[in-house]
């Protein structure tokens, strides 16, 4: 039992070293110049191992995006399962918590290059994306249905169009944080919400509660 814990560990921690090393090569290179070669190269694993865990680059971006959804996922559960008794400050604390929630080894840099293959030749990704968003819209669609129940917000409403709409407003701050890398603002490490951005995203959600409020 104890050996095939061990097994079971070195082959996790192999798999990691695999998505740490071809992020790292995606942030300097870019997806596309990167290949399985150098992923194996970087992670000091021989380029079968590597195959053994993933079959294409692609896949390795789906490993990442899946890394990032759980890890965001369980984060934002946190705040559908305690929120903020004011409406305003629940939907805020949702978007931050899900913008401060990452992986240690993902950058802008890094999502601007997924971002990009995503919408290029790499469909497997662009769907990866796409399931992102989704879950981030579901959500918000469960936070707004505990805030309904509590009586802080319209339960007549129509949640899944409000929910759908935060979505759509938590993309364009994502969005825009990639554009700002292309346009030279800030650098790789820069988070997607700084003091001022916060205070915009507050009135843009207020603005959006205005309809919601009993």
């Known amino acids: 039992m104890a050996e095939g814990g061990l097994r079971e560990r070195q082959k996790e921690k192999r798999k990691q070293a695999i998505m740490v090393a071809a992020a790292h090569l995606f942030q300097r290179h870019g997806f596309n ?37 759980d890890l965001v996922q369980a984060a934002t559960s946190q705040i559908i399962d305690n929120p903020p ?37 790499q469909s497997s990704l662009s769907s990866a994306f796409v399931s992102d968003e989704l879950m981030r819209v579901d959500q918000f669609r469960k936070l707004l249905v505990v805030l309904a129940e509590q009586g802080k917000i319209d339960g007549a409403a129509d949640l899944d169009a409000a929910a759908e709409m935060l979505g759509a407003l938590n993309l364009w701050y994502f969005m825009r944080w990639l554009a700002g890398l292309r346009a030279g603002e800030g650098n790789a490490q820069s988070g997607i919400l700084d003091a001022e951005a916060k205070a915009t995203l507050r009135r843009h959600v207020a603005q959006l509660m205005r309809g919601l409020r009993v």
């Open 33 to 69: 110049a990167a290949s399985m070669e150098d992923i194996a190269q970087a992670a000091e694993l021989s380029v079968g191992t590597v195959y053994n865990y993933f079959k294409s680059k692609a896949e390795i971006g789906l490993a990442i995006y899946q890394a990032d959804r």
């Open 85 to 121: 008794a004011d409406p305003v400050d629940a939907i805020c604390r949702m978007m931050e918590t899900d913008f401060e929630t990452e992986i240690g080894y993902l950058d802008r840099a890094v999502w601007s290059s997924l971002f990009g293959a995503s919408f290029t030749d």
